[in-house]
């Protein structure tokens, strides 16, 4: 008998986007084929959706039957293009840094002062939030190997340092912020001890329940931190001592300009973003020190980092005690920004977005983790002004319940066309003659 010839390409493509859309329809039917809603006598009546779930049917098969000709049409890597990495451009970092420098001003030219107050706050300091918060748990995943699940618990504790000291000590802002970013490393370190000699998931169970356990206390410690209720009325943010406020005692008057609510978030801008450089600076150059190359070999080969010697008691402690510090930071700078802590504000949902900015930039990248920052947390927010949306799907259609699903999506996206991140190359810690990038695919997984 002669063989059955393998299906052609167009088929097997065909055949790939209709599964995809059924898979689809079979995930999306339990959620988008029937919403609850009261009728007249307030009992709940079942209303259907069918549409909206041929709508996400239909795009499933376009999304997989695209991918499917792109990756049967996609050349072989050559081995010499895939050996050397493009060379970064040394005017791309200072051209990066001026442009934040001028994009609160450029905002507040172009818009005027109340309408600059969304893209400063939302699009800026937001966003330069997770930017430090990525870059904190680079220093624990990225460098180090260890998967922490936990890591709003120690954003969660810089955050109620501020509120719960400022008020109590009558210090300023700036006294307070080191020492919400010690006590968030102090936890870190108490954090460190119980988790040793545990690695992969076990070592990513228990950090998920410890950032739990401190949302629970916060939760429950009604006399400390007010429960759900939070924390409010605490000291707000002043420039050395000029409160940001009306009238002649306020930070205007004395510098000679009319009062607008968004000096205040300008300056708490650029607080962040030397906030967030200085967590860059310290990563970059302690990854050039022994410390550095031992998280490195830590994430390599822990059996091998021991060993040659190397002490991987200290080294975890150090990871987990210095990422949590610059996560204290942004918690202090998270209160000042928000006048108002609650436990509703560090779920397990915060964690997975900043776990899933780390692993979309790529771990140990500290571009690629900025890039992913500016990606999920941007695109999450201009989620809020696609209202026109409301006229397709219905007035109780919310755009940003979604959010969550465009990061899912994302995650399996960058699966499947860059599994080591955005920026998947890496540059060595040592060198020889000349400092050069590398491609990831050269080196054990992906890392360099």
């Known amino acids: 008998m002669p063989e059955k010839s393998p299906p052609a390409p167009l088929v097997q493509t065909l055949k790939d986007a209709v599964l995809a859309a059924l898979i689809v329809g079979g995930l999306s039917f339990p959620i988008l084929a029937y919403r609850a809603e009261p009728d007249f006598h307030n009992a709940l009546a079942l209303q259907s959706r069918w549409p909206l779930v041929l709508i996400f049917c239909a795009i499933g098969f376009v999304l997989r039957f695209g991918l499917s000709l ?15 990495a493009r060379p970064a451009r040394n005017w791309v970092a200072p051209l990066g840094l001026l442009a934040l420098l001028l994009y609160p001003l450029a905002m507040l030219v172009l818009l005027g002062p109340q309408a600059a107050l969304k893209w400063v706050d939302t699009f800026g300091v937001q966003i330069l939030l997770y930017v430090m918060l990525g870059w904190g748990l680079n220093i624990v995943v990225g460098l180090a190997g260890l998967l922490d699940l936990g890591y709003v618990a120690f954003y969660a504790v810089g955050a109620y ?60 410690w009604d006399v400390v931190t007010h429960g759900e209720a939070g924390l409010f009325g605490f000291p707000n943010i002043t420039f050395f001592g000029w409160p940001f406020i ?48 031992a998280w490195e070999a830590l994430r390599e080969d822990e059996i091998a980092c021991r060993s040659l010697g190397l002490n991987t008691t200290s080294i975890k402690l150090t990871a987990f005690a210095l990422g949590a510090f610059f996560a ?8 000042v920004r928000q006048g108002f802590v609650s436990p509703s504000s560090f779920t397990f949902t915060e964690s997975a977005t900043i776990l899933a900015i780390v692993v979309l930039g790529g771990g140990g990248s500290q571009v690629g983790v900025a890039c992913a920052a500016v990606l ?50 890496r540059t060595p810690t ?7 990038s590398f491609a990831a695919d050269l080196v054990r997984e992906g890392r360099g």
């Not at 792109?70 to 050559?78: C, E, F, G």
């Not at 947390?377 to 959010?403: M, N, W």
Request: hydrophobic letters at 55%; glycine letters at 10%.
């Open 70 to 84: 792109l990756a049967a049409r996609r050349p072989p890597q050559k081995a010499a293009a895939a050996a050397r």
């Open 161 to 220: 340092a501020y509120a719960l000291l400022a008020p109590l000590t009558g210090l300023s802002f700036w006294a307070l912020l080191p020492i919400g970013g010690l006590l968030a490393a102090l936890w870190g370190f108490v954090l460190g001890f119980p988790v040793l000699r545990l690695r992969g998931d076990y070592l990513a169970i228990v950090t998920l329940a410890f950032g739990e356990i401190i949302r629970i206390v916060l939760i429950n």
């Open 246 to 293: 009306p009238g002649p005692r306020g930070f205007a008057a004395h510098v000679g300009l009319p009062y607008a609510s968004v000096q205040r978030l300008i300056f708490l801008y650029y607080i962040v973003l030397m906030l967030a450089l200085l967590a860059n600076g310290v990563t970059l150059r302690l990854r050039r020190l022994p410390i550095g190359r």
């Open 328 to 335: 204290g930071l942004a918690g202090c700078v998270f209160a």
């Open 376 to 425: 999920i947390v941007g695109a999450s927010e201009l989620l809020r002004e696609l209202t026109f949306l409301k006229s397709i799907f219905g007035q109780d259609f919310d755009p940003t319940q979604y959010r969550m699903l465009l990061v899912g999506i994302a995650m399996v996206a960058m699966m499947n066309f860059r599994p080591r991140g955005l920026v998947s190359s």
């Open 430 to 436: 040592l060198f020889l003659n000349r400092q050069q």
